[in-house]
């Protein structure tokens, strides 16, 4: 198991959900940061520098096939061979465990949709239920 982050242009956000949907890639965490690649007070041309601001994906993924479709979905649609594309880059999983169900490793990353798994009853209260102190 692999997990992927990749850091991207906000505008290539979409274009990029839309084809890990498309090829039942599952499971991902979207986060709003701000960097520099090459980082420097200056760029090469002796202006200053500002932050800018991308998107951060992170997902889980089950094996290296999984790994290689989900990076080319990126790459797709975020190659630019202008500068600030973004970056990607993967480290090993050791394990993964859907809290809800128990499931572990390859398990837990597969949808839900085939699956009959009941779900876990839970009690739902409101303002009405609880009194007031």
């Given amino acids: 198991m692999y997990m992927l982050m990749a850091v991207i242009n906000k505008n290539n956000l979409k274009n990029v959900l839309e084809d890990l949907f498309t090829n039942n890639i599952e499971g991902i965490t979207v986060s709003d940061v701000i960097g520099k690649g090459s980082f420097g007070l200056k760029e090469a041309d002796n202006q200053p520098t500002d932050l800018v601001a991308k998107a951060k994906l992170e997902m889980v993924v089950s094996d290296k096939e999984i790994r290689n ?3 080319e979905c990126i790459r797709s649609n975020c190659h ?6 973004g970056k990607m880059w993967w480290v090993e999983v050791g394990g993964v465990e859907r809290i809800r169900t128990g499931e572990k490793d390859k398990d837990a990353l597969t949808t839900q949709i085939n699956k009959k798994i009941q779900n876990v009853p839970y009690m739902i209260t409101t303002h009405i239920d609880t009194p007031c102190s």
């Fill in 69 to 71: 479709l989900a990076m």
């Fill in 80 to 85: 630019d061979l202008g500068r600030g594309a």
